[in-house]
Nanobody
Framework: QVQVVESGGGLVQPGGSLRLSCAAS????????MGWYRQAPGKERELVAR???????NYGDSVKGRFTISRDYDKNTADLQMNSLKPEDTAVYYC?????????WGQGTQVTVSS
């Protein structure tokens, strides 16, 4: 079993930055991919960023050029650096690790962008 825990959310003003962190623990495993989704009230969950074993990354169109995902596969951590934040980035951010064909999710962390 894999446990995933996020941290780093909070309140930030438009134009500001936040860094989210995510760590996975449990039985010894090797994650194929890790990343972040988000869900705003009344909206579907959407991809924010994903990184796979090769180092290849995918970003949602709305965050390209502003957000950067990084990972440490040895430590099973994944961070999301968020810059130039906008009010529309307000959402609950969920981290996931994909292990042996299964996605393991964290409980989510709230990010609120408001003046």
């Amino acid at each position: 079993q894999v446990q995933v825990v996020e941290s780093g959310g909070g309140l930030v003003q438009p134009g500001g930055s936040l860094r989210l962190s995510c760590a996975a623990s449990g039985s010894r495993f090797s994650a194929y991919a890790m990343g972040w989704y988000r869900q705003a009230p009344g909206k579907e969950r959407e991809l924010v960023a994903r990184i796979v074993n090769s180092g290849s990354t995918n970003y949602g169109d709305s965050v390209k050029g502003r957000f950067t995902i990084s990972r440490d596969y040895d430590k099973n951590t994944a961070d999301l650096q968020m810059n130039s934040l906008k009010p529309e980035d307000t959402a609950v951010y969920y981290c996931f690790f994909r292990v042996s064909g299964t996605n393991y999710w964290g409980q989510g962390t709230q990010v609120t962008v408001s003046s």
